[in-house]
């Protein structure tokens, strides 16, 4: 994973420094953060390949830490998925752990802050603590409790803890300043009561503990070097410090919090809570829906790991929020997949073709170059036939120059195979073209040597042969939503550009056999149509395929028109 580790990005630079001022290498640490109420997507991936790039260039262990604090979201589902998508990326963590795991130690320092003097239980309503809060410019209220002597604090937090109070009654918030610039820092609440099942301590547990108050402390007690997150998170670094503060002891690391600009992506949405709409609501099939932009979704679309962290690293990590267009993300997948996606022939659109002049009953076996861009992948063999299969876009009675397909009167090669010239066609009952009569030239073989074979058509069209084609679901794919920035109307739902065109399924497309043997997951190039994967809903009498990406980027072509 050389590629990961190329350029210094300004965090690598703050390392850089650290280093320099003697923090030893052997003392870097970094984690991934997740908290597992849903399943990872592209933004995740930009975090991911950060920190475990980070860990691979310093030779330093990253964890993998669920953030679980919140058990009404959580599910060991989401869990698994995380680790598997990880896993997929290619990249290894040293310890899974558990905010959780540290309930135990996150309450006997919230004890401590109580003692100090630091923290106190108030119970007002969340109603009357926002009124207290104040703004920005005004500064907020003392609540009634903050004077709370230690002792009752001490007494009523502890029942809270036993499941004494019902929620809402109280709250336990660090005393700190409620005329503070920083709004986070007006008495943040540490925790709610909260009488839910929590997917790993169960019924333990009748408080939770806040984000803010559990991942300074879990950074800390893991001794993470460089705590990485994102840039909403900015204003809470000064929190960050006052917690870690309270608790730290000087023979100890003292993490320390720095912000990155999240991912954002072009004609999608990217917080698991709208994916989980889209899910729930029934816009896609799942999570991993080849249209979402999860990495499972990416999985099943045909990404393949490198061509995410390749686009990760090319993306880069930047210092302000900005939006990377969607097209490089495929332009990666496309790149790769010119490289290494053998060759294949598949008609999605059929129409009919008869060679009137091949005798009847006849078969051949074509050499076909199974990837141009790679010598060693070698040749297969493709049956040919009198009757193929072609795309009825490939077909028309007249046309003028420009098309440089079939047309009567006029010869194409079928790729891989003979020069044909199309004489009639047949028609049904409404006019349309139900089957074309050619005639094939037999010395014009693809590859023979003949100087009929070298000859210059202007045009080459795919094919497959009817007796020996295998039928194929085929699934088309277009954006899932219509605008590049569906997320970002004030006055109108994220949902409303939903994209009602982006899934197109071709029940009946005709493929070629030698994709017989073909495996959940093959990629696979449709010659002139674009880039395919096997779908793991494909079955033995039937192989579904998804489109993972055209061969162009029509989009760009297409908004250039405009
Ligand atoms: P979401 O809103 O999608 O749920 P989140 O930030 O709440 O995102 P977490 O599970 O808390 O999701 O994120 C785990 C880690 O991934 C955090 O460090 C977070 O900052 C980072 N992360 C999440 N989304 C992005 C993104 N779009 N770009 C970069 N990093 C991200
Ligand atoms: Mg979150």
Redesign the pocket.
Known sequence: MSEIKKSLNFLEQIIEEDLSKGLEKSALKFR????P??Y?????A???CLNFGLGLKYDAPVNLRF?DTNPEKEEQEYVDAIKKDIEWLGFKWADVLFSSDYFQQLYDWAVILIKQGNAYVDDQTSEQIAQQKGTPTLDGTNSPFRERSVEENLEIFEKMKNGNFDEGTHVLRAKIDMSSSNMLMRDPVMYRILKRAHHRTGEDWKIYPMYDWTHGESDYIEQISHS???LE?KHHRELYDWFLDRVYDQNKLRPKQRE?????LSYTV????K?LELVQDGYVKGWDDPRMPTISGLRRRGYTPSSIRDFSETAGIAKRDNVTDIALLEFHIRTELNKIAPRVMAVLNPVKLVITNYPEGKEELLAAENNPEDEEAGFITLPFSRELFIEKEDFREVANKKFFRLKLGKEVRLKNAYIIQANSVIKDDNGEVIEIHCTYDPDSKSGSGTEASMRKVKGTIHWVSIQHALEAEVRLYDRLFTDEAPDSHKDKNFKEFINPDSLNVIEKAYVEPSLATAAVADNVQFQRLGYFNVDPDSTDDKLVFNRTVALRDSWAKMEQKK
Request: glycine content about 6%; charged content about 20%.
């Open positions: 991934f953060p997740p908290e109420n849903g990872l997507h592209i933004g995740h930009a975090s991911i953030d990485l997150c994102t998170f990155f600009a999240r991912r954002n990217m917080s698991k809570r994916l």
